[in-house]
Nanobody, 116 residues
């Protein structure tokens, strides 16, 4: 399994922005898929955004037009740019990687809190 480390979480006011980063211990191949998930207290983990093996992107309806996922294979990194943050975006955000042979890896999570 690949070791993933998220960073960039924190406390931000509503309407603010944050950029999450995910760095990996191994190589992200072009055919791999990567994504960000989040889990709020009492809720199940849900998909926020993902880049599939064909590099198509998928976003949860609640974050479309506000969040942008990107990847830099040369740096073995994945990013999530989050704009116009809302209190309901408060959650622990997890980086996910699926290799092209089907192996899943998760990061330990980073807390994002949106509050005034």
């Amino acid at each position: 399994q690949m070791h993933l480390v998220e960073s960039g979480g924190g406390l931000v006011q509503p309407g603010g922005s944050l950029t999450l980063s995910c760095t990996t211990s191994g190589i992200i191949f072009s055919q791999d898929s990567v994504g960000w998930y989040r889990q709020a207290p009492g809720n199940q983990r849900e998909l926020v955004a993902a880049i599939a093996s064909d590099w198509s992107t998928n976003y949860a309806d609640s974050v479309k037009d506000r969040f942008t996922i990107s990847r830099d294979n040369a740096k073995n990194a994945v990013y999530l740019q989050m704009n116009r943050l809302k209190p309901e975006d408060t959650a622990v955000y997890y980086c996910h990687h699926r290799s092209f042979w089907g192996e899943d890896s998760w990061g330990q999570g980073t807390q994002v809190t949106v509050s005034s």
